[in-house]
């Protein structure tokens, strides 16, 4: 089956610009994340959705930094006047709900990533 | 003090060598643990869940030591392929923790 898309691969924006980064999770996932990391760096966690529950913001850096998750599905990730320190991957990752006593919905499927390049 | 620390590297062995690697979590009420492999400009994929007795997958052996709070990784006979960066995942009521990673590089 397809597994977590993104779009676009790639993004060269200017400085100020807004962008919008957008995640198709496997279907049936019903938690979704959003990760960035930046060159030689590890995984910072940006947000969480879990099915219709209020998403978990806290990582988000700055209120640049937004993203919404239409119908449970599609997430999109915007940032508002773009910085030079925005530039890194952005990942996107689901998985199947952890139900209580079970492990195999932990796994996180990760997509290809977004590569942003603010200049 | 980060959530999971682990020792960057890089590791330079030979094919056929055996190499481990250890990371450390600070929440002790930690509840799920696994290693991802990350190769360069890759998305990162599950290596292995590590159990807490403690689990084998061919090559790769995971152990988990809650009292002390790390886990570690072995890999036997490592091959070229082997090559990667190894993040360790720690979860914590429903959020993913993820390690630095450890850069290995295996050598003919």
């Known amino acids: 089956g397809a597994g977590v898309s993104q779009s676009p691969s790639n993004k060269v924006t200017e400085k100020g610009k807004d962008v919008e980064l957008r995640c198709d999770p496997i279907?049936?996932?019903?938690?979704l994340y959003w990760y960035r990391q930046s060159l030689g760096q590890g995984l910072e966690f940006l947000i969480y959705?879990?099915?219709?529950?209020?998403?978990?913001k806290s990582g988000l850096p700055s209120d640049r930094f937004s993203a919404e998750r239409t119908g449970g599905s599609v997430s999109t990730l915007t940032i508002q006047r773009t910085q030079q320190e925005d530039s890194a991957v952005y990942l996107c990752?689901?998985?199947?709900?952890?139900?209580?006593?079970?492990?195999?919905?932990?796994?996180?499927?990760f997509g290809p990533g977004t590569r942003l390049l603010v200049l | 003090r980060k959530e999971v620390e682990q020792d960057p590297g890089p590791f330079n062995v030979p094919e056929g060598a055996t190499v481990a690697f250890n990371c450390t979590y600070s929440?002790?009420?930690?509840?799920?643990f696994f290693w991802y492999r990350q190769d360069c400009r890759k998305e990162p994929k599950l290596l292995m869940s590590?159990?807490?007795s403690g689990n084998e997958d061919g090559r790769f052996t995971a152990q988990l030591n809650r009292a002390s709070q790390y886990i570690s990784l072995l890999i036997r006979d490592s091959k070229l392929s082997d090559s990667a960066t190894y993040l360790c995942v720690v979860m914590s009521f429903n959020k993913f923790y993820f390690g630095s990673g450890t850069k290995l590089n295996v050598k003919p």
């Open positions: 279907s049936g996932h019903t938690a």
């Open positions: 990752a689901s998985s199947l709900a952890r139900l209580a006593g079970e492990s195999t919905g932990e796994t996180q499927y």
């Open positions: 959705f879990q099915g219709n529950s209020a998403p978990d």
């Open positions: 929440n002790s009420a930690s509840q799920s």
């Open positions: 590590v159990y807490s």
